[in-house]
């Protein structure tokens, strides 16, 4: 696709449900990554893969918390019995090469997830 | 670890002022260095960046220089517009886990014409 594509771009849901946000990268892009922005904040990192492989999921808060790639291009970032205080702007990012340093991470426009 | 304190908001200033947004961090390593932007209802882009020190990003008329000496990249535009109002994010990347992006707070520009 022209860029990278979040859904949905919000969602509110109840305490104690599972939720599902998918991230859709760019066409051919390698790396996948998933970061976390509450209010006032930057955003922070969760996890990161190469191609279907998890490399680092070190930032995942808590084991309510999974990601996965399992064909190498979408991803589904799965929070499971949501709290109030995973309530947050989810952003997913994809690059073209494999976490290299120099290499530019393109954003999509997130989802705003609000647990009530 | 790695760490960015970018200059809090909001800011405010009249069209064809003179813009700086102050950036500092720490960091293992030799970090580079990046500017993003979020502008209204978009995801955030990547306005520009520095590897090595004394590097100097630059893009749309903005400006920043990586300052080792000072642990600093401070963000300058000299005549901004309305259209640059947005949210500026500051980061790096460093050490072995070079693909790990550590963003400061953001700081919301306001441009009035």
């Known amino acids: 696709g022209a860029g990278v594509s979040q859904s949905p771009r919000y969602k509110v849901t109840k305490r104690g449900q599972d939720v599902a946000l998918r991230c859709d990268p760019i066409?051919?892009?390698?790396?996948l990554y998933w970061y976390r922005q509450a209010l006032g904040q930057g955003p922070e990192f969760l996890t990161y893969?190469?191609?279907?492989?998890?490399?680092?999921k070190s930032g995942l808060p808590n084991d309510r918390f999974s990601a996965e790639r399992p064909e190498g291009s979408i991803s589904t970032l799965t929070i499971q019995r949501t709290e109030q205080r995973d309530s947050a702007m989810y952003r997913c990012a994809s690059s073209s090469q494999q976490g290299a340093r120099n290499t530019e991470a393109f954003f999509g426009q997130g989802t705003r997830l609000t647990v009530v | 670890g790695n760490s960015v304190t970018q200059m809090e908001g909001p800011v405010t200033l009249s069209e064809e002022a003179f813009l700086t947004i102050n950036c500092t961090y720490t960091?293992?390593?030799?970090?580079?260095l990046f500017w993003y932007v979020q502008y209204p209802g978009e995801g955030l882009q990547l306005l520009l960046k520095?590897?090595?020190?004394?590097d100097k990003g630059s893009n749309k008329g903005f400006e920043a220089t990586y300052r080792k000496e000072t642990t600093s990249f401070h963000l300058e535009k000299g005549s901004v517009q309305v259209s640059d109002s947005a949210v500026y994010f500051c980061?790096?990347?460093?050490?072995?886990?070079?693909?790990?992006?550590?963003f400061g707070k953001g700081t919301l520009l306001t441009v009035n014409p």
């Open positions: 520095a590897t090595k020190a004394d």
């Open positions: 066409s051919g892009h390698v790396s």
């Open positions: 960091a293992t390593g030799y970090p580079s």
């Open positions: 893969f190469n191609y279907e492989a998890q490399q680092d």
């Open positions: 980061a790096l990347n460093s050490g072995g886990s070079n693909y790990k992006l550590t």
